[in-house]
């Protein structure tokens, strides 16, 4: 694999705005009972939302070969599935709605996540060409991967959270705040990888 070293504004803020979030209690924020919380992650939905519509949207407007277009619409499939896990699959805005038809749709998102990869030669052709060739923004997906880590060791409280987490009436905050970072530059690299398929 190959990667891009070449460092951007876009990892650099995103970098700064990592580094600031264990603070954030320091400063006291008022959390609204757990509205400031529930306005966060609405918009990380609307966010991932927007990964998958312009992923489809490239999808369309762009020539190309059939590789590419399996595996940018193998892309979409993952935003969606993202998007889907964001908002418990439908739970978070329809919470009396039957059990069985959130398990359904996270069946079928996460299904065709993995049949279309194991079902498509030509998919797994393709990603294997862009493991080997593709130029990978290496600080971007650098911190995409940290700032995963960190969201999750706080969720979950696991040996590193008390390093980023100092006030546990704060967690889900800091939990919501390190996922900005990771979907924003999930969204970077996978631009990035657009630009330079055109």
């Known amino acids: 694999m190959k990667v891009n070293t070449r460092v951007s504004s876009v990892p650099l803020l995103l970098l700064l705005f990592s580094c600031i979030i264990p603070f954030y209690p320091d400063l006291r924020l008022p ?10 992650e609405g918009a990380q939905a609307l966010w991932l939302l927007f990964g998958a519509l312009f992923t489809g949207y490239y999808l369309q ?15 979409v499939i993952w935003w969606l599935v993202l998007f889907g896990r964001s908002i418990s699959w439908g739970r978070d805005y329809f ?39 593709e130029a990978l923004p290496l600080w971007t997906f650098a911190l995409v991967v940290v700032t995963f880590i960190i969201s999750d060791s706080v969720e979950h409280h696991r040996f590193i959270a008390p390093l980023f987490l100092h006030d546990t009436g704060y967690q889900d ?19 990035d990888l657009m630009q330079r398929q055109k």
């Open 95 to 133: 919470p009396e709605g039957p059990k069985l038809l959130f398990r359904a749709i996270s069946v079928v998102l996460i299904g065709a996540l993995v049949l279309y990869f194991l079902l498509s030669p030509t998919l797994r052709k393709e990603l294997a060409w862009r493991l080997r060739h």
């Open 31 to 40: 959390l609204y009972h757990g509205e400031l919380v529930a306005w966060i």
């Open 173 to 191: 905050l800091i939990e919501e705040l390190y996922e900005i970072p990771f979907m924003v530059g999930l969204f970077c690299v996978s631009y």
């Open 61 to 75: 407007q762009t020539e190309l070969p059939d590789g590419a277009r399996r595996f940018w619409r193998w892309s």
